[in-house]
């Protein structure tokens, strides 16, 4: 090495050492002591690297080019002042030093002087090593960032430049550990330190733009805080994610970052906030947040078709929950129509499988039943029966034949759901108690209560172990129980049940919530039977009120209210609007194609009982064999809802004068209830009435007194001293 050398690399030195002190000369003493060695090497590597006895004009003019470049920009590199070309000035060094690397392992063994190509070769590899370190070394090897933010002391604001790199590394490695709070304390850090870089840490609102230079600790903070709300969701805790998912999305909208994959974020962001707005019930909310994702979306240049999957799916749920049913429907449609394009793919088949699903809950909703089957159907098909998709179908499948009064059909299927859920799930799921609900109401249906009764006790303990008698899951069973013991003549049981669902409803749902008109209608035919005829009328009415605030399409579902509505108005002497309600049934169900089923029977029988009143009894008998006619198809054995005609039949011909008939059908309809009920229901005190009316009119008072003191027996252990029933009944034992 000759003196010249020497001199310079010993002034570069110098210059380097004075980087660790704090004082503001220090860089462009610095950047003069590199240009000097950059620009003695590019213009004197000719001379430097040649000798008397050995010279090699093209290697050392280009030794001198190579080494010039690379300690050029030294200095940019520890002043963090990096750009993109920068990383391939070191390129024609290590491409130097591989040359000769491998000559001089051609050569080793020839008689050739090769000292001044080993000089050379040295000089190569120790400014290759020293300038790799700054070109190359990751900001994420700490070393590197504890010499360069040493050797950038004086120059605070490059210092929290590499602070604000340590900071964000530090809170990559407590992310990965899932410490989720510690890493939003570092991102915040390395945010504080970005704007103290740029100089706008004392700005109240800094521009977009300015602070898109630190987008990325932007995006740590969002990241930080989006998986401290998915671990708050998968837990439960929706209210603590949504707060954290809106203080993600105001950090990820902070800032202006032209970038694609930060827009197409933005979008995920705001459905994730809408998924929470969901889960709370808050729909205003919801679906403003996912109109806004989708509006991003239809922004974005090269959107991914998994995020517009996404986004019409969870809107189609939201609209699901607030009872949406064609517009969620037509979303799910979509969705399926991307999901379709890939059906074999687990994840797909999975979805397609559950959005099958949410659009027959939406078509047997909306009593379209054909629609419901053909959707329940493709998701069994894709189904597996070791998943709970395909529990649920089956569920679903059960539930649709009990809305086509297919109710042995409907209880086997149910079977098959709840062996489904029995053998992929625990004892104490609560899609086995859904199970055991469903059956019990089929069982109510088929007048198999003691099963109904069953399935109920077992549903209630799951529930109840799960919920807790004050949620509005236990009030679905203690509902349907009320229901039951209405049937079986535990009237004082049911009228406390209902009262127990009212209140547990109104507390959980609010006031005129969806779910009470059902049980304030069971509430009023209960009234009807313990002879409360104000009451009844009241809560009647109640429930067709607050019905007609969430349901105003005419389904045949929806007609099941009017038959119960037009019943309590029948019995309170409203006859008019029991007509017109009955009437009003039987056209909605015309209007769905639907002729045979039983919410036609009820309302035909109700004609009758109304026809009976005004004694046209003609009309009446023909009203009550229609309804006996439909009923007879649908129950294939014999059914409580036949009995109860046989007895409306066998009043109808006491009025007549018809008595020999009107015992026929009378004894027919105990025949029936005696398979069904205990021997002290009141059906029995009923038909004993019915039967003393006949012997009266016949002149047997003897045997007429024998069946209204039976009668009385039976009352008396249902109802008290002011029933009317009981003094009815008392009155005709005086006579």
Known sequence: MKLYEKIILTIFAIGFLLQFFAFSEKRPIFASCTLLVSLSYLIGGYWLFNTKQNRNTFLSIISGIAFSAVILFLPEQIWLKKEPFHNYIPIANAILFINLFVYLVIKRKSDLNLKNIKRIFLRSFIILVITSFFYYVPMSFKPYLKIIYVLNNGFSYLQENVLMFDYSYKCEDAH????????????????????????????????????????????????????????KFRNKNIKEALDNYIVAHDYLTACNPDSEYWQEEISWSLNSIGICYTSLKDYEKADSVFLLAINNYEKLNNPSEELLLYLLRNTAISLFE??????????????????????????????????????????????????AMINVEEALLLGNKEEKSYCLSTLYYGLIYCKLDQYYKADSILKESLDCYKAISESNNQ???????????INISLA???????????????????????????????????????????????????????????KELGANNNKLPEILLELAELETILSKPNLAKMHSDNS?????????????????????????????????????LYRKVIEINYNFGLYNNTTIANALNGMGLLETKKRNYIKADSLFNESLKILKKIFIDSHP???????NKGVLFTLQGKLTEAEVFIKQAFEINNHFFEKDHDIFADIYVALGDIKKIGHHNETAKDYYRQALEIYKKHFDDKHLKIISVKNKIQN
């Open 176 to 231: 990965k550990k899932g410490n989720f709070n510690m890493a939003i304390e570092y991102a915040l850090k390395s945010n504080e330190a970005g704007k103290k870089w740029l100089g706008i840490e004392n700005i109240k609102n800094p521009d977009k733009n300015d602070l898109s230079y630190i987008s990325g600790s932007y995006f740590r903070i969002y990241n930080a805080y989006k998986s401290l709300a998915n671990n």
């Open 544 to 580: 067709l009120f607050i019905m007609n605030e969430y349901d105003t399409v005419l389904t045949p579902t929806y007609s099941i209210f009017f038959n119960n509505v037009a019943y309590i108005d029948y019995y309170t002497r409203f006859y008019n609007s029991a007509d017109s």
């Open 431 to 441: 899609d086995i108690a859904e199970c055991y609900l469903a059956l019990s109401r």
């Open 322 to 371: 607030q009872r949406e049913y064609d517009y969620s429907t037509e979303l799910f449609k979509s969705a399926n129509y991307i999901l379709l394009k890939d059906p074999l793919n687990h994840d797909n088949k999975e979805m397609l499988i559950s959005n099958y699903n949410y659009i027959s809950v939406n078509s047997i909703s909306q009593d379209k039943l054909s629609d």
């Open 448 to 506: 198999k209560y003691k099963n109904a009764e069953k399935y109920l006790n077992l549903g209630i303990e799951i529930t109840k172990n799960n919920y807790g008698t004050k949620s509005s899951r236990y009030a679905n069973y203690l509902k349907t129980l009320a229901q039951l013991n209405k049937i079986t003549g535990n009237y004082n049981s049911a009228e406390k049940q209902c009262y127990e669902v009212i209140d547990i409803y109104t």
């Open 641 to 647: 809802s036949i009995a109860n005609i046989y007895l």
